[in-house]
C-alpha cells in the first residue's frame, strides 16, 4: 500500500491465517490428548477463516490440504531430496551457545579438501518446472512461465556453500523475463542453531518496479544479501532479513517448513511430501526502482503470508518428479492504487507447478 495505511480487515486476516497454520504444525509428535485439543482450536481457526474469506473457500481448502499431513503421525524431519543436516559440522563445545569454530580451523588448517570436500561431495541438479502464476512475497510476480534451474551445492569452510541460476520465461504475458543468480554458505553455528549468508542478483528484459510488477519506468536489474537463522528442530522455524539498495527494500520473515517420507505410510519408495509457510513484512523506499514517478520516489509496504505444499516422486535413481501448489496474500491492495494509477494485482493469488529434476 503506497502510504502504508490499510483497513484491520486485511491485517487481521493475515494473523489469522498465520495463527493457525503454526497451530497445525506443533501438532506433530502430540500425544492424543493434545492433539484432540488443538484440532479443536484448528477447527476454530479455520472457521474464523472461513468468515474472512467467505467465498473463497478454495483458498481455504489449500491450508488445509497443507495442514492435514501433519497430524496424521510423528515422521522425522527428512528433506524432500537429502537430509538436511548433511553438511553440517557438530558445534564443539559443552554448552548450547557455544560457537562452532570449524568454519575457522578448516580455513586454518590450509586443507583443501577440509575447505572444500572431495570431488565426490559435489552435488549437482538440474531441473525445469511449468508455473501457472509466479508468486513473490505474496503477490504475482507473472503469468504462466516455464522456470528451468540449475544448482550447485560444495562443502564450504565447515559448512555448505551453495549457488544457482534459475530462469522465469513467461508464456504469453507482459511481464518480463527473469534471470537469477543466487550464491550463499549455511553453517551450523551453535548447537541448536544454524545460519544462512547469501545474495542474488536479478537482470530483466523489461523495467520492473516492486515485486516483479511490470512497468514504464523501473529498473532491469536488482539484488539483495540477506542473512537468517533456522533452529535445529522439528518444523525447522527459521527467520530471515534480506535488504536490496535498488528498491531501499528491506524485508522481515519467519518461516516453518517440513518434510515427510511417505515410503512407510504409503509403500511407495522414494515419495515425500513437504510444507512450508512464511509471514513477513516488506518495506521499501524505491519501489519504482530508482526511477522517479511524477517527479517522487515510491514507498510502500505491506504484510504477506505465503503457504505451499509439494510432492515430489523419485522415479529413478537422482530422478525426481514434482507437483505443488503456492497460496500466497497481502494486503497491499489491488487494482490500479498504486503510484500514477500502477495495477498492485489482487491481494489474493493461487498457483500450481509441475516439472521434472535430476541430482547428480
Not at 512497468?215 to 534480506?242: L, M, N
Request: hydrophobic letters at 40%; proline letters at 4%.
Amino acid at each position: 500500500m503506497a502510504e502504508m495505511v490499510q483497513t484491520g480487515e486485511s491485517d487481521a486476516r493475515v494473523i489469522k491465517i498465520c495463527f493457525a497454520s503454526v497451530w497445525g504444525f506443533h501438532l506433530m509428535g502430540a500425544d492424543a490428548k493434545t492433539i484432540a485439543t488443538r484440532l479443536r482450536l484448528w477447527h476454530t481457526c479455520v472457521t474464523m477463516i472461513n468468515k474472512s474469506f467467505c467465498a473463497k473457500s478454495s483458498v481455504a481448502g489449500l491450508l488445509g490440504l497443507l495442514a492435514l499431513p501433519f497430524f496424521a503421525r510423528p515422521l522425522a524431519a527428512q528433506p524432500l531430496e537429502s537430509d538436511p543436516y548433511h553438511y553440517a559440522s557438530p558445534a564443539n563445545g559443552p554448552a548450547w551457545y557455544t560457537v562452532n569454530s570449524e568454519a575457522w580451523d578448516s580455513f586454518a588448517s590450509f586443507d583443501t579438501t577440509r575447505m572444500f570436500g572431495k570431488g565426490s561431495q559435489q552435488d549437482f541438479t538440474v531441473g525445469v518446472d511449468y508455473v501457472s502464476r509466479p508468486i513473490l512475497y505474496g503477490k504475482k510476480a507473472g503469468g504462466a512461465s516455464m522456470v528451468p534451474e540449475f544448482t550447485w551445492v560444495s562443502p564450504l569452510f565447515g559448512g555448505e556453500g551453495y549457488s544457482s541460476v534459475t530462469g522465469t520465461l513467461p508464456l504469453h504475458s507482459p511481464y518480463a523475463e527473469e534471470l537469477d543468480a543466487t550464491g550463499g554458505w549455511r553453517y551450523h553455528l551453535m548447537e541448536w542453531t544454524d545460519i544462512d549468508i547469501g545474495g542474488n542478483l536479478l537482470f530483466y528484459n523489461k523495467s520492473v518496479q516492486g515485486s516483479g510488477l511490470p512497468a514504464t519506468w523501473g529498473t532491469k536489474s536488482a539484488g539483495d544479501i540477506y542473512v537468517g537463522f533456522t533452529g535445529r528442530v522439528i518444523s525447522h522455524p527459521a527467520i530471515y532479513f534480506s535488504y536490496d539498495p535498488t528498491f531501499g527494500r528491506s524485508i522481515l520473515s519467519g518461516r516453518l517448513s517440513h518434510v515427510l517420507d511417505l515410503g512407510d505410510l504409503l509403500g511407495v519408495k522414494g515419495l515425500y511430501l513437504g510444507g512450508k509457510l512464511e509471514v513477513g513484512v516488506l518495506e521499501a523506499d524505491v519501489y519504482n526502482g530508482g526511477n522517479k514517478v511524477a517527479g517522487q520516489n515510491w514507498r510502500n509496504g505491506y504484510a504477506f503470508f505465503e503457504a505451499s505444499l509439494d510432492v515430489d516422486y523419485e522415479v529413478y535413481h537422482g530422478v525426481f518428479l514434482r507437483i505443488g501448489g503456492t497460496w500466497g496474500v497481502n494486503n497491499d491492495g489491488s487494482g490500479s492504487n498504486g503510484i500514477a494509477g500502477t495495477n498492485l494485482g489482487p491481494d489474493d493469488n493461487l498457483s500450481f507447478h509441475g516439472g521434472i529434476m535430476y541430482s547428480f
